[in-house]
Each structure stands twice: as C-alpha cells, then as structure tokens.
C-alpha cells in the first residue's frame, strides 16, 4: 500500500551515540515533517522540508539535524544522543497546496520509538 | 501564530452514548481544520477536515465535526461511541495564508477517548 515508512520502528541508543532514522514516502509528496510525540506535549514539529534539497527548522530543532537529497525521503539525524531525546517520532507527508485547499492533510509514519539511556 | 486548544486530556463516555471531544483554534486568518486518531502504537490517521462551505463536516467512522467561526470551534462528535472508538483524537489548525509555500499543521496535545462497554 502507498503511504509512509519509516525505519526503524524501535531503538534503543546510549547517551552520545548517533543515529539516522528514514522516512520514505511513495505519494510523490512534495512536503515532508518530522514530529515528536511526548505524554502530554502532544506533537512537536522539529524540521520540515517544502522540496527535494530543501529544509527548515521547525519549534523544536535542537540536537536533530536533516537531509532531503531525495524527493522521496527524509532522514532525522541525531549526532550526540541525550536522554532529553527519548520520545516518539513520527514523519509525515503532504502534497503541495496550491491555494485551492484541496490538500488532505498529512498522510504519517507509523512511528520510531527511540530511548536513549 | 496559530494555535489549537484541546481543553480535556481525558473524556470518559458510556458505549452507545453520544461523544463529544473539544477543540478550539486560534489563527490570523480563516483556518483549515483538521481531526486525527491514534490507536495505539499507530502512525496518526485522517478523520475529517473543514476547508470552507458547510459547517458540518463529516468523517470516517461515523465521526462528524462542527465548526463554529464565532466561537472559534471546531468540536468532533458522534452520535452513539462503540468500544472501538478509544483511541487518542488530534485537533489541528492551519491558516489559510500561511505563505512561504509550506503547510505546517499545528496540533494539539491531544484528548484521550474512553468508551466504557
């Protein structure tokens, strides 16, 4: 089915270790988010790309950067893990709103769930 | 800045009975306005949106939603909850005129539904 994937689905990391976590999307989306979900904080937009070899910075970008060379994917890198980090990470997909909104919202990921101990 | 207000972690409903989860917004100019689910352990899911006409919008599963610009509302309801429906629900809002060619959602922290056999 056509939709969002992202690897891994779970990891579990030592403070100062790095990871790559992928996001690949088959919907030929133009827009790409990452978000993480924390009890109680709800989502948090961390970076965001509006198209290929594109990024920006969303509300919480600190510790996490990210790369879009593909169209199709959109990686989440942490370079020095910290037990702040330990959280759920969703990516997500959308197509580009030219104006009329006929944009359906996000399509997401199933979810990282990542613990840095 | 746009915003969304979920005022109630938590709603408790009798299965059979009439749910309603809260959400007000917040935005500059005229919203789009988005219901999301999560079942456990699940990426987020589409629901229903508002973009503009009527007010009352219908969903999947027998969700609908009403927005109400005076109040700056847009609360989900249905009409009779089934067991099935526990899950935790996400409001989101975006402005029509965000600009810069992107389309950040902004989402709230989330109200966590329990329909009790």
């Known amino acids: 089915n056509a939709g969002v994937t992202q690897t891994p689905k779970f990891r579990v990391l030592k403070t100062g270790q790095s990871m790559t976590l992928l996001c690949a999307q088959d919907?030929?989306?133009?827009?790409m988010y990452w978000y993480r979900q924390d009890p109680g904080m709800g989502l948090r937009l961390i970076h965001y790309s509006v198209g290929e070899g594109t990024t920006a910075k969303g509300e919480v970008p600190d510790g996490y950067n990210v790369s879009r060379l593909k169209k199709q994917n959109f990686l989440l890198g942490l370079e020095s893990a910290a037990p702040s980090q330990t959280s759920v990470y969703f990516c997500?997909?959308?197509?580009?709103?030219?104006?009329?909104?006929?944009?359906?919202?996000?399509?997401f990921g199933s979810g990282t769930r990542l613990t840095v101990v | 800045a746009q915003s969304v207000a979920q005022p109630e972690d938590q709603v408790n409903v009798a299965e059979g009975n009439p749910l309603t989860v809260k959400c007000t917004y917040s935005v500059s100019g005229n919203p789009y306005l988005f219901w999301y689910v999560q079942y456990p352990n699940r990426g987020l899911q589409f629901l229903l949106k508002?973009?503009?006409?009527?007010?009352l919008v219908k969903g999947s599963y027998g969700f609908e939603a009403e927005f109400n610009k005076s109040q700056t509302s847009f609360h989900l309801k249905k009409p009779s909850a089934l067991v099935s429906d526990s899950a935790l629900y996400f409001c989101a809002v975006r402005d029509v005129y965000s600009g810069a060619g992107s389309y950040q959602l902004t989402f709230g922290k989330g109200t966590k539904l329990s329909v009790i056999p």
């Open positions: 508002y973009i503009t006409g009527d007010n």
């Open positions: 919907m030929n989306h133009e827009y």
């Open positions: 997500a997909s959308s197509s580009q709103d030219r104006g009329y909104g006929q944009n359906y919202g996000y399509t």
